[in-house]
């Protein structure tokens, strides 16, 4: 079954230069052992949420508005996209995620169409 890992993090947090290298770093290795392992199957970071635009279709008028629909402490910014036997599994690798020990990850089965 295939589970998309959200990964939210509080966009104000500045690292220092040091720390961001060293945690993208984390993040290479991680992509690396998953895609190995045979569980990856999609991700990327994203740009900052002030670039999002949101729409919504309106009695037939498209809307739209700068920037993300909710206010929160935590934005997306990034998924992983991965295949995994069970939700226990799926949340394992998303513990691995470096950004699960300064902001969250949502894990959601994919409904495959």
Do not use: C, H
């Amino acid at each position: 079954m295939q589970y998309m890992l959200l990964i939210y993090q509080d966009e104000s947090r500045r690292p220092e230069p040091e720390e961001m290298n060293r945690v993208l770093g984390e993040y290479m290795t991680f992509t690396q052992e998953i895609v190995k392992a045979g569980k990856f199957k999609a991700g990327d970071r994203l740009q900052p949420a002030a670039t999002a635009t949101t729409v919504r279709v309106r009695e037939g008028k498209t809307l739209t508005i700068d920037g993300p629909y909710a206010e929160t402490k935590e934005q997306l910014g990034g998924y992983y996209l991965v295949e995994a036997a069970n939700l226990d599994e799926a949340v394992a690798i998303a513990a691995r995620i470096p950004g699960a020990r300064f902001g969250s990850i949502e894990v959601r089965p994919v409904w495959a169409m």
